[in-house]
């Protein structure tokens, strides 16, 4: 089975820019989940979708949103980027079981705001 | 706020030690999961440990989830240089074991 596919590894944009991140889950995996990545704060999530609609949301403003299609496919898109956005942006898909969710992450993609 | 803590921050050792890491919340959780990433890349799930007191192995690696399910340990055996990456826990919130409160990580070096 293939894992989580992140486009693409790495962005380097200027402030005031946008970006999108794209996201393909393992397949059969409805859940879809972002989060960011930087060595200070940890992992922060930032929204989960589950059958296109966000089912949760995490503390970012306006500018970070995301979309889930029909194929489970999932984009997150950032507006006039700022220097803290640089970060890494990770993926997961998951599947819902007895123990709880298990993530299953892409290996993410590095964004450097200059 | 629920937090999770994760010490110690940073660990180098020497290929063969054994060494614990830990992670402690003041809160009480549903499950709690270790992962462990590598260098670009993503965190890889190693573990999930659900009831209180719960010990799981994996080969050389040793989980503990406290018996009031608010802390939990791994323990590694012999480390080897394989073993080098960053060791985050996440706990499932009780009552809501689709949202996970993240550490920080320990970040591990074992030396050749």
């Known amino acids: 089975k293939a894992g989580v596919t992140q486009t693409p590894r790495y962005l380097i944009k200027t402030r005031g820019q946008q970006v999108t991140l794209s996201c393909s889950p393992i397949?059969?995996?409805?859940?879809v989940s972002w989060y960011q990545q930087t060595p200070g704060q940890g992992l922060q999530f930032l929204f989960e979708y589950f059958s296109e609609t966000q089912r949760n949301k995490g503390n970012f403003p306006g500018r970070f949103s995301g979309r889930q299609f029909s194929n489970s496919r999932s984009e997150m898109n950032v507006s006039t980027l700022e220097l803290g956005d640089s970060a890494l942006y990770l993926c997961?898909?998951?599947?819902?079981?007895?123990?709880?969710?298990?993530?299953?992450f892409g290996s993410g993609t590095q964004l450097s705001v200059l | 706020t629920q937090l999770l803590e994760q010490s110690p921050q940073f660990l180098s050792i020497q290929e063969g030690e054994n060494l614990t890491v830990y992670c402690n919340s003041s809160s009480v959780f549903s499950s709690l999961q270790w992962y462990r990433q590598e260098p670009g890349e993503g965190p890889v799930l190693l573990v999930t440990v659900v009831t209180g007191g719960e010990v799981k192995k994996l080969k050389r690696l040793t989980f503990q989830f406290g018996d009031a399910r608010k802390d939990s340990s791994l323990h590694i055996t012999a480390a080897q240089p394989g073993d080098t990456g960053l060791y985050l826990c996440?706990?499932?919130?009780?009552?809501?074991?689709?949202?996970?409160?993240w550490g920080l990580g320990t970040s591990l070096a074992v030396n050749p």
């Open positions: 397949s059969g995996h409805r859940s």
């Open positions: 996440a706990g499932a919130e009780a009552g809501n074991n689709r949202k996970l409160i």
């Open positions: 997961a898909s998951s599947l819902s079981g007895t123990e709880g969710e298990k993530l299953f």
